[in-house]
């Protein structure tokens, strides 16, 4: 492991303090537990944000990107980050806080991939592929495959956005690979493929705060299964009124 727990010890500003997860961040702090920690809830629940502040403080820059690498940026930290303070391990401290060149960590943010791709693809230490001449889930496995890869902290959200049921089963063994590689994985999620990968702490957000959950009583996973055995019933819903 490299982070093993964040805590806020500045009040946080801005519109992030309003949060139920930042609120039950200054009052309890986040363990992390596992090599892998999905972070799931519904949309506006908070993982971004959380995501985004532990770029910041782990020094990886978070609009996406790699740690110990500047780019172009609208330059608005996160106004998460900077009431965070991180514990790391001594491996963690090596990896994230060394040498600039020597660091390891990647935030790999689905939204804004594309853009960081027309700036790094083809330079030392990146893709060599250029992610415009390949179809959007293929563009994302050709920096996952580099980028996300041996020790070193990997922030991941929403990675499923591209892919297919059979790409989540790849990505899903690409992460498990990293895990023993030495590797951390924090990754927000809407997928139960992904968040069923064996072993890993799952939190869930949404209006009380962050609780430690398992597979199985996510409700995403009991969404998914009730749509999949019943989706006409889904269809009426939407459709009737009232
Ligand atoms: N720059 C901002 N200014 C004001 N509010 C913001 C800002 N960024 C995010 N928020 C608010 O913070 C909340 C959490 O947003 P966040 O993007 O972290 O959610 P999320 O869980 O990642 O959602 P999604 O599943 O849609 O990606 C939302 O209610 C959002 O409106
Ligand atoms: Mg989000």
């Not at 929403?158 to 590797?183: I, K, T």
């Not at 951390?184 to 009380?208: D, F, K, N, V, W």
């Amino acid at each position: 492991m490299l982070l093993t727990r964040l805590d806020v010890s500045r009040p946080p500003a801005g519109w992030s303090a309003a949060l139920p997860l930042v609120r039950h961040l200054e009052a309890y702090g986040l363990t992390f537990t596992d090599r892998v920690t999905f972070v799931v809830g519904d949309n506006g629940s908070g993982k971004s944000t959380l995501i985004e502040a532990i770029a910041d403080v782990c020094g990886i820059n978070s609009e996406g990107g790699k740690a110990g690498t500047r780019y172009a940026s609208t330059g608005i930290p996160s106004p998460l980050g900077e009431a965070l303070d991180a514990e790391l391990t001594a491996t963690g401290l090596k990896l994230l806080r060394g040498p600039r060149r020597k660091r390891r960590g990647f935030f790999f943010r689905a939204e804004t991939l594309f853009n960081l791709g027309q700036n790094v693809s083809g330079m030392p230490g990146f893709w060599e592929d250029d992610l415009t001449e390949q179809s959007h889930g293929e563009g994302f496995f050709t920096v996952l495959d580099r980028m996300v890869s041996g020790p070193g902290l990997y922030l991941l959200d929403e990675p499923e956005a591209a892919l297919s049921f059979r790409s989540c089963l790849r990505l899903l063994g690409l992460m498990h690979r990293v895990s023993l590689e030495g590797g951390q994985i924090i990754c927000a999620t809407h997928s139960p493929i992904l968040a069923g990968l064996p072993g890993a702490q799952i939190i869930e957000l949404g209006e009380h705060g962050i609780q430690a959950t398992r597979w199985e009583e996510l409700q995403l996973v009991d969404d998914w299964r009730r749509f999949l055995a019943k989706p006409d019933f889904y269809l009426r819903y939407v459709t009737e009124d009232g």
